[in-house]
C-alpha cells in the first residue's frame, strides 16, 4: 500500500510535467510557423484617416522610403511621417488626383493636429526589430537600394494603393532570411533569444 501511495506523486507529477512540455513544444511550433492571427496585421488593411496612395508617392513621383520614414536608417522604428512631413511638399503641390486628401493634410497642418495613422505591420509584444542593422546589411552588403531592402519584408510597396502587410513578420520568416542570406559567422546574435525577445 506504502509503494503505491508513493507511486501516484510521481505519475502526478510525471503527466504534470509532460502536460507543461507539451503546451510549450506546440506554443513554440505555432510561433514560427504559423499564420498569425488577425491582430498581428494580417488580412485586410486598416483604414487610414487620409487616403495616401503609395502607387502615386513612390512610383510615379519617385519618392524615397527614408524620406517620409525617416528614422528607417539610424533606430529600431520606421517612423510614421509627422504631418509636417507631408507639408514638404504639399505646402505648394495641391494634389490634382486627389484635392480633398490633401486638403485633410493642410487642416491638420494647420491645427497643428497629428495625422493618426493606423499601424499595418505588427510583430508580437515580446519581440524587438530594429530596421537599422537590417537596412544597413541589405543596401551595403546585398547591395539592395533603400526601395529593395524596404521591399524584403514590406513587399512591393510602390504598386501598393493601401499598404497591407504581406509577410507573417513572425519568427520563423526571421530565421529562414537570416540562415538563408546571412552568414552566421559574422552574426552570432542570432542565436541568442534575448536578440530579437525582451
Known sequence: MRGKAKFIPV????????????VVVVFVLRAWWSTPFQVLGMG???????????TQHVDVDGINCAF????????????IPAVEQCMFCHATIQGDKAPAEVA????????????????????????????????????????????????TCHGEVREMVEVEQVRRLKMGDCVDCHRNNVQFSDN???????????
Open 68 to 79: 517620409c520614414h525617416r528614422n528607417v536608417l539610424e533606430g529600431e522604428p520606421a517612423t
Open 188 to 198: 552570432k546574435d542570432i542565436t541568442d533569444c534575448a536578440t530579437c525577445h525582451y
Open 104 to 151: 485633410k493634410v493642410v487642416a491638420h497642418f494647420e491645427s497643428n493636429e497629428p495625422i493618426n495613422w493606423k499601424r499595418v505591420h505588427h510583430l508580437p509584444d515580446h519581440v524587438q526589430f530594429s530596421h537599422e542593422p537590417h537596412i544597413r546589411y541589405l543596401t551595403k552588403v546585398q547591395g539592395l537600394s533603400i526601395e529593395g531592402a524596404c521591399s
Open 11 to 22: 505519475v502526478l507529477g510525471g503527466l504534470v510535467t509532460t502536460g507543461i512540455m507539451v
Open 44 to 54: 485586410e488593411p486598416p483604414e487610414q484617416p487620409i487616403a495616401f496612395p503609395h
